[in-house]
């Protein structure tokens, strides 16, 4: 059994720069790809970005890409989520996943989830 549990959400200027963390608990992070979701009020769930659990495959929405960045350190069982030059439309709750072997985009692929974060970006 994996428990995670997020953090570091908040309210910025658009523009602005936040970075979200998982912290892993009940087993070791080793081989379980962990991916970041997230929910706009009104919107379904939708892919952020993922990671293999080498940290050397990594996978981001369209909508993210060369704004994000995933990352994973092992030895703290803790994961990443560095989000720059946010827009208003990335406003949602932020949740991050994880799945024995490879990363992937889809949602119902991922085993256990945190409870979500608040992220908040102001014109």
């Known amino acids: 059994q994996v428990q995670l549990a997020e953090s570091g959400g908040g309210l910025v200027q658009a523009g602005g720069s936040l970075r979200l963390s998982c912290a892993a608990s009940g087993r070791t992070f080793y081989q379980y790809a962990l991916g970041w979701f997230r929910q706009a009020p009104g919107k379904e769930r939708e892919f952020v970005a993922a990671i293999s659990w080498s940290g050397f495959g990594v996978d981001y929405a369209d909508s993210v890409k060369d704004r994000f960045t995933i990352s994973r350190d092992i030895a703290k069982n803790t994961g990443y989520l560095q989000m720059n030059s946010l827009k208003p439309e990335d406003t949602a709750v932020y949740y991050c996943?994880?799945?024995?072997?490879?990363?992937?985009?889809?949602?119902?692929?991922?085993?256990?989830w945190g409870q979500g974060t608040q992220v908040t970006v102001s014109v």
């Open positions: 996943a994880s799945k024995p072997g490879a990363r992937s985009r889809t949602e119902s692929d991922y085993d256990y």
